[in-house]
């Protein structure tokens, strides 16, 4: 499956036929003393490793107080250990290569903190993967730089030294063209973003309609379409329904029905809908001849998920690696003129 010249992340993600999958890892508590901090670390890598599908880095949120939509937090907010301390922790836990990734929110500090902030970031960390993330809302006045203006900054002034990623959030669907999120992730490529994970994911249509609007619009405009990575994380309580609800996650009545019939099993049937729903995308992707490089992005949310999220692991990522395998039973199932290019 893996393509041993695509050694690196960046490699991997340029490549449309090589899958490529994510973990996303919330770093702990900053209360946390360093030798604590590394058994969390080593925990972590535990868990991933066991995993019997390989994932290719590690990508680490942002984490802030902050409100949504005008709303608090659902659940309870800490201080969080500075993602690329925590890189660092998780290098030593490592026993073998890794790569990752940081999130940046790129607008609670001024440009003259962001710029050291990314100096110090690939000189002193040696991380130069990062995903720009910007605020709560357009209509607020930040201090700090957007997305687009931070990318144009990092083309400017660390030309080769980042590479590039931004959110794509499938329901930020707008009337105005200008606006809508397809011509969003186009703007965002040619300021230097190479690659987009997507919010989590828990139906199917708003994701596939972007994918097929992005594709048209690539087209119209003669240009290559970026790596969107889907985002997947698991739900074993009401408390982690509420918390991605107010992260602005799109959940129909019907799963959340599904999620918690007689209150027995949720987690085993948070995976079962997700497993349905990355096949009902692939699918979609596949019928429709869209191709839009896919990526996973597994996420666990909460801690007390850390197991469940590497069950997701190996359930997702079964079901995407065989899409990306010249054995897989879609390449089977049809003649190879109507795929895809990138599942060929």
């Known amino acids: 499956m893996r393509n041993p010249k695509k050694n690196t992340l960046r490699q991997k993600i340029a490549a449309a036929d090589c899958p490529v999958m994510m973990y996303e890892l919330i770093p702990p508590g900053k209360e946390l003393d360093n030798g604590s901090g590394l058994a969390y670390a080593r925990c972590a890598m535990d868990l991933v490793n066991s995993a019997r599908i390989s994932i290719d880095a590690i990508n680490i949120p942002d984490i802030r107080d902050e409100m949504q939509n005008g709303q608090k937090r659902v659940a309870g907010y800490e201080v969080k250990t500075d993602p690329r301390e925590f890189v660092s922790l998780l290098r030593q836990a490592s026993s073998a290569p890794l790569d990752f990734v940081i999130n940046r929110a790129t607008v609670y500090d001024d ?12 000189k002193h960390y040696g991380v130069s993967n990062v995903v720009l993330v910007g605020g709560e809302s357009s209509l607020i006045q930040y201090p700090g730089p957007s997305v687009r203006e931070t990318a144009e900054l990092l083309h400017a002034q660390f030309p080769q030294s980042f590479f590039c990623g931004g959110i794509t959030i499938p329901t930020r669907r707008k009337p105005d063209s200008a606006s809508d999120e397809p011509v969003r992730l ?9 690659f987009f994970t997507s919010q989590v994911l828990y139906e199917a249509k708003s994701i596939c309609l972007l994918l097929k609007d992005y594709q048209v619009l690539c087209e119209q405009k003669d240009k290559q379409p970026k790596r969107i990575f889907l985002s997947f994380a698991p739900v074993s309580t009401r408390k982690d329904l509420e918390f991605l609800k107010w992260l602005g996650v799109s959940v129909p009545q ?6 918690f019939e007689a209150n027995i099993g949720t987690g085993w049937r948070s995976v079962k809908i997700t497993k349905a729903i990355l096949q009902e995308v692939l699918s979609f992707v596949y019928s429709n001849r869209i191709q839009v490089p896919l990526g996973l992005n597994i996420e666990h949310i909460t801690r007390h998920n850390f197991e469940l999220s590497k069950e997701l692991i190996e359930a997702l990522g079964g079901i995407y690696a065989q899409t990306y395998s010249p054995t897989s039973a879609l390449a089977r199932q049809a003649d190879d003129s109507e795929m895809p290019l990138h599942l060929r």
Do not use: N
């Open 111 to 122: 440009v003259a903190s962001q710029q050291r902030w990314f100096s110090d970031t690939h």
């Open 186 to 194: 186009i703007s965002k490529a040619e300021q230097g973003m190479e």
């Open 254 to 259: 019907s799963i959340e029905q599904e999620l």
